[in-house]
């Protein structure tokens, strides 16, 4: 029975399933921080705080935006590093830490910035 996806499965060898697992639970890890920036983007413009209205739907845009992206690159962060595994290459650098550092500094920006303008 063929595994998907085969462009990860259908190379190398099999590594030890800690490793396995290990890229399987940061991948997930991954998943409920986009899950947590989607729901403080969601709650940061339904609560209608006193703040400054453009720079509060900026900030939750910026937020959703980015627990948006983060899934996509989390499995392919995921992929490359399983692939990698299995292939008993050196892991590859990830760009989610990156993406979750512009993205949680720009909305904490704007959110400050919306408190001072108030």
């Known amino acids: 029975m063929a595994r998907f996806p085969s462009f990860v ?8 399933a800690r490793f396995t697992l290990a890229n399987e639970r940061t991948y997930l890890a991954w998943i409920r921080t ?9 709650a940061l413009e339904v609560l209608g705080l ?7 739907l900026a900030a939750s845009i910026v937020l959703v935006v980015a627990g ?6 989390a499995w392919i962060s995921w992929a490359r590093t399983e692939r ?7 892991l590859p650098a990830s760009l ?3 993406v979750l550092m512009v993205a949680v500094t720009v ?12």
Do not use: C, F, Q, S
Not at 34 to 42: D, I, P, S
Not at 68 to 73: D, I, N, Q
Not at 107 to 118: K, S
């Open 34 to 42: 986009a899950l947590a920036l989607v729901a403080a983007g969601v």
């Open 84 to 90: 990698a595994l299995r292939e008993d290459k050196a």
């Open 9 to 16: 499965y259908g190379r190398g060898d099999e590594p030890d």
């Open 107 to 118: 909305a904490g920006v704007l959110v400050t910035l919306a408190v001072i303008m108030r």
């Open 50 to 56: 006193d703040l400054n209205p453009g720079l509060r």
């Open 68 to 73: 948006t992206l983060v899934p996509a690159l």
């Open 96 to 98: 989610l830490g990156t």
